[in-house]
């Protein structure tokens, strides 16, 4: 009110953007541009449009989270090939701490196969504040509890998994392991050691389920390879 007032009063063409609950629950952005018409030096009538600019909100907000997530990547980059082999380990649970907040991921942690792959182990945990640890229930466990997400990395693809309850019964045993979770959504993203696989990064949505994440996904394979 006040923003406005003062346009008025230096009878100036002025605008501003608010949010608005729309009359079926969503929030919507606004664009409001105001015209002062002015008689005798004062302002008579105030003429303006009303746009609807939620979709630019969108892509505005989309476009400054990548360009905050490759910043990321790059000073993880930098910090994992100059960390010695005795400051590794912080190093990477800085950067799974790091991402993971940007991400707004519950869960983020790294993964790793025996030689055989026939056993997985988690090594480095970070998880949000309120959200329980997994990291010591998943020591040693046979990777027949993972048959579908392993048969994916080992083609090297990503695996991204935006409504796990929606899963089909090819994911059975997976559905159980991440049920024990609670996880909502997740994303698992191969490392590999030359064309062996090592391992996965992954992050998990427990709180709520999350959309799309394709593009996040691609995104965040340049840390898997960087760990690789």
Not at 67 to 88: I, K
Not at 124 to 144: D, F, M, R, T, Y
Request: charged share 25%; hydrophobic share 45%; with cysteine.
């Amino acid at each position: 009110v006040e923003f406005c007032s003062r346009g008025v009063a230096r009878l100036e063409k002025h605008s501003f953007d608010y949010r608005m609950i729309a009359s079926d629950g969503r929030i919507v952005w606004l664009r409001d541009i105001v015209n002062v018409i002015v008689l005798d030096d004062r302002p008579r009538k105030l003429v303006g449009v009303m746009i609807d600019i939620t979709e630019l909100k969108e892509v505005q907000s989309d476009l400054e989270y990548v360009a905050g997530l490759q910043r990321l990547m790059v000073d993880a980059s930098r910090e994992l090939f100059e960390a010695a082999e005795t400051t590794l380990d912080r190093a990477l649970s800085q950067t799974l701490e790091r991402i993971g907040q940007w991400c707004k991921a519950d869960r983020a942690y790294l993964i790793r196969f025996s030689p055989g792959l026939n056993h997985y182990s988690n090594t480095h945990e970070w998880v949000a504040p309120g959200i329980s640890a997994e990291i010591h229930n998943l020591q040693n466990v046979p990777s027949k509890t993972i048959p579908m997400l392993l048969a994916r990395l080992k083609r090297k693809e990503r695996v991204v998994l935006s409504k796990v309850s929606a899963l089909d019964d090819s994911w059975k045993t997976e559905k159980n392991l991440f049920a024990e979770e609670n996880i909502q959504s997740l994303i698992c993203l191969p490392v590999f050691s030359g064309e062996q696989l090592a391992g996965l990064i992954g992050f998990d949505s427990v709180r709520q389920k999350r959309d799309s994440q394709i593009a996040q996904a691609a995104l965040l394979q340049i840390l898997g390879d960087l760990i690789g």
